[in-house]
T-cell receptor, first 114, second 111 residues
Framework: AQKVTQAQTEISVVEKEDVTLDCVYE???????LFWYKQPPSGELVFLIR??????QNEISGRYSWNFQKSTSSFNFTITASQVVDSAVYFC???????????FGQGTRLTINP | DVKVTQSSRYLVKRTGEKVFLECVQD?????MFWYRQDPGLGLRLIYF???????EKGDIPEGYSVSREKKERFSLILESASTNQTSMYLC??????????FGQGTRLTVV
């Protein structure tokens, strides 16, 4: 069975601080995909990144970076110099190659205070 | 611009009513999904469909059914709404190995 755990339910930081959102996953598949989605107050989930199980390179996109470590089954997300617009609920998700059914973590509510 | 559109943002229904939640995508995707989002539980899969007239149960199908008569439309049906079905419902579509695209969500309240 697949499982995703986001242990941090809520995080609150002051603007310009760096913040890391943790994601730990469980799967028996050798091929799988990991995702991060952002859900702003409007409700729609916005895709941020997809990473396949064979690519452990870290990814950086502007102020966002992702650290994928198979050895610890983790796919953590860091926001550098956070901004108020980063306030949202963030979800980590996992799928195997075939069914494309996403298994989501519980979500982390991130609040950036001015 | 790709789009997944859910028919209602907010819905209030009475216990026992039959409720239809509609989802339409314009990306010609084969796979469509209905998730339910509750605080502390993340998103949980209710049903999904990988082709017209095909459907598969997800993790929490009890009390729900679905219909997919056309490729672009995937409907979630609450046969007899109950208060424990008060939740946010999210539709998603996926084509090939792309990421899932989500609708804006329907916040359903059953009173």
């Amino acid at each position: 069975a697949q499982k995703v755990t986001q242990a941090q339910t809520e995080i609150s930081v002051v603007e310009k601080e760096d913040v890391t959102l943790d994601c730990v996953y469980e799967t028996r598949d050798t091929t799988y995909y990991l995702f991060w989605y952002k859900q702003p107050p409007s409700g729609e989930l916005v895709f941020l990144i997809r990473r396949n199980s064979f690519d452990e390179q870290n990814e950086i996109s502007g102020r966002y970076s992702w650290n994928f470590q198979k050895s610890t089954s983790s796919f953590n997300f860091t926001i550098t110099a956070s901004q108020v617009v980063d306030s949202a609920v963030y979800f980590c998700a996992l799928t195997n190659q075939g069914a494309q059914k996403l298994v989501f973590g519980q979500g982390t509510r991130l609040t950036i205070n001015p | 611009d790709v789009k997944v559109t859910q028919s209602s943002r907010y819905l209030v229904k009475r216990t026992g009513e039959k409720v239809f939640l509609e989802c339409v995508q314009d990306m010609d995707h084969e796979n469509m999904f209905w998730y339910r989002q509750d605080p502390g539980l993340g998103l949980r899969l209710i049903y999904f469909s990988y082709d017209v007239k095909m459907k598969e149960k997800g993790d929490i199908p009890e009390g729900y059914s679905v219909s997919r008569e056309k490729k672009e439309r995937f409907s979630l049906i609450l046969e007899s709404a109950s208060t424990n079905q008060t939740s946010m419902y999210l539709c998603a579509s996926v084509g090939g190995l792309t990421e899932a695209f989500f609708g804006q969500g329907t916040r359903l309240t059953v009173v």
